[in-house]
């Protein structure tokens, strides 16, 4: 198992920026990608962001493209997510994903892990 803690969330001004984190622990895999999906209140939970392994794809929702980055740590198991110019439809709870055998699509699988989510609250 995989075990993943995200931090990081808060309650943030219109234009304001959080930085999240995602820790993994337990059977960690080298080779895993790393990312972040939200889910706002009576919507379906949706992509953010993803990274691979290495670092050599990124792929961004284009709700958030120019405004988030999404950077990892390999070393510490650790993937961080910095939100800029945040906006009030922004606001969700963030969960973190860690996949085994470095999918970097924007659908879910059966196989990957979760966290168990940060509240990002932003107001106009």
């Known amino acids: 198992q995989v075990q993943l803690v995200e931090s990081g969330g808060g309650l943030v001004q219109a234009g304001g920026s959080l930085r999240l984190s995602c820790s993994a622990s337990?059977?960690?895999?080298?080779?895993?990608?790393m990312g972040w999906f939200r889910q706002a209140p009576g919507k379906e939970r949706e992509f953010v962001a993803i990274?691979?392994?290495?670092?050599?794809?990124?792929y961004y929702a284009d709700a958030v493209k120019g405004r988030f980055t999404i950077s990892r740590d390999n070393a510490k198991n650790t993937v961080y997510l910095q939100m800029n110019s945040l906006k009030p439809e922004d606001t969700a709870v963030y969960y973190c994903?860690?996949?085994?055998?470095?999918?970097?699509?924007?659908?879910?699988?059966?196989?990957?892990?979760w966290g168990q989510g940060t509240q990002v609250t932003v107001s106009s």
């Open positions: 994903t860690y996949r085994p055998g470095n999918r970097v699509g924007p659908d879910p699988a059966p196989t990957d892990y």
């Open positions: 337990g059977r960690t895999f080298s080779g895993s990608a």
């Open positions: 990274r691979s392994w290495g670092g050599t794809t990124t």
